[in-house]
Antibody
Framework: QLQLQESGPGLVKPSETLSLTCTVS??????????WGWIRQPPGKGPEWIGS???????HYIPSLKSRLTISVDTSKNQFSLKLRSATAADTAVYYC??????????????WGQGTLVTVSS | QSVLTQPPSVSAAPGQKVTISCSGS????????VTWYQQLPGTAPKVLIY???KRPSGIPDRFSGSKSGTSATLGITGLQTGDEADYYC???????????FGGGTKVTVL
C-alpha cells in the first residue's frame, strides 16, 4: 500500500524558508505512473495545489508562488521536498504531499499524506 | 474567492438526495476533467469522482458525477450521517496554468 509522510518544522519565522520533506513508502518514487504533488490548506479554507514534480525532475508550480518555490526529488531516498522562501503569515497552512495521477495538470490526487501544520510566526 | 464556484453549504435529511454544483468557465471545466473530493474533519481529501463521472473502487454508487459545458455536479443519494463533510471540485485551468480547487461545500445531514 502506497503511503506518504510529511516531515519538517511546525513553526517557521517570517522571512525564513519553509522546508518540508515527503517520504514515500510502498512504491518507488521513480514510478512513471505518478507526479508527486504538494497541496496546502490554510486553516478554515479550501485546499490549494502549489506544485508537482516528476521523478526525472520536471517541475510545475502555481504561478503565484513560482518565484519563491522549489520542489525537488531524491530518488535514492524515495523522497521529494518543498522549499518556500521568504515565508509570511499567509503561508500558514496544513501542507499535504500526494500522488498526482498521469501528469501535472491532473486533478486526481489518489494518495495523500496525513498533512502537517506549518505556522509562520515570530 | 475561487475560480470554481460552489455553494457554501447544502443540507438534507437522512436518506434524501443532495446535489452540489461547481461552476467554472471555458478555461477550466469546459475542456478538462473534473475530480470531486470528500474531506472529513481532520483528514486529507479523498477522491470520490474522477474524469467527471467515474468512481474509484470502494466508492459507493450513491455518489455520482456529471458535467455539462462549464459546470459540474456531484450527487449524493441515500444521505447518511457519515456523509457530513466538505466537498471540493477540482480541475485544470489553462489560463492560470494551475490545478484549481473549488471553494468547497459543507454537507450537513439534518
Amino acid at each position: 500500500q502506497l503511503q506518504l509522510q510529511e516531515s519538517g518544522p511546525g513553526l517557521v519565522k517570517p522571512s525564513e524558508t519553509l522546508s518540508l520533506t515527503c517520504t514515500v513508502s510502498g512504491a518507488s518514487i521513480s514510478s512513471s505512473s505518478y507526479y508527486w504533488g504538494w497541496i496546502r490548506q490554510p486553516p478554515g479554507k479550501g485546499p490549494e495545489w502549489i506544485g508537482s514534480i516528476y521523478y526525472l525532475g520536471n517541475t510545475h508550480y502555481i504561478p503565484s508562488l513560482k518565484s519563491r518555490l522549489t520542489i525537488s526529488v531524491d530518488t535514492s531516498k524515495n523522497q521529494f521536498s518543498l522549499k518556500l522562501r521568504s515565508a509570511t503569515a499567509a503561508d500558514t497552512a496544513v501542507y499535504y504531499c500526494a500522488t498526482q495521477r498521469d501528469y501535472y495538470g491532473s486533478g486526481i490526487f489518489d494518495y495523500w499524506g496525513q498533512g502537517t501544520l506549518v505556522t509562520v510566526s515570530s | 474567492q475561487s475560480v470554481l464556484t460552489q455553494p457554501p453549504s447544502v443540507s438534507a435529511a437522512p436518506g434524501q438526495k443532495v446535489t452540489i454544483s461547481c461552476s467554472g468557465s471555458n478555461s477550466n471545466i469546459e475542456h478538462n476533467y473534473v475530480t470531486w473530493y470528500q474531506q472529513l474533519p481532520g483528514t486529507a481529501p479523498k477522491v470520490l469522482i474522477y474524469d467527471n463521472n467515474k468512481r474509484p473502487s470502494g466508492i459507493p454508487d450513491r455518489f455520482s458525477g456529471s458535467k455539462s459545458g462549464t459546470s459540474a455536479t456531484l450527487g449524493i443519494t441515500g444521505l447518511q450521517t457519515g456523509d457530513e463533510a466538505d466537498y471540493y471540485c477540482v480541475t485544470w485551468d489553462s489560463s492560470l496554468s494551475a490545478v484549481i480547487f473549488g471553494g468547497g461545500t459543507k454537507v450537513t445531514v439534518l
